[in-house]
């Protein structure tokens, strides 16, 4: 049953790391789609921003979730307790 939970974890581990990477890579690419918009200027721009904010976001926002969530059973399968806090051994 271990194995297959190591397994299970290293699996998730990679969907969320490139998940992760591909999600960042969109909020960057929001950023660049503002700067056009803010030198475009005008109507095209508000529809610039608003396709970015209705549409684009949310999309990313959700994604997001669902990867750390997948990162935290991940973490949670492999034995990692990521979420709870561990005292710390004084030496004497």
């Not at 190591?6 to 998940?19: E, N, Q, R, W």
């Not at 803010?38 to 994604?63: H, Q, R, W």
């Not at 991940?74 to 561990?86: D, P, R, S």
């Amino acid at each position: 049953m271990k194995e297959f939970m190591k397994k299970a974890s290293a699996v998730l581990k990679t969907i969320f790391g490139y998940g992760i990477m591909i999600c960042l890579f969109g909020g960057g690419l929001t950023f660049f789609g503002y700067v056009a918009a803010m030198i475009i200027g005008g109507n095209t721009a508000a529809a610039i921003c608003e396709f970015i904010y209705k549409s684009f976001v949310p999309v990313l926002v959700y994604a997001t979730t669902i990867l750390v969530l997948l990162g935290l059973v991940a973490m949670y399968l492999n034995g990692e307790m990521a979420l709870t806090a561990q005292k710390n051994k004084k030496a004497n």
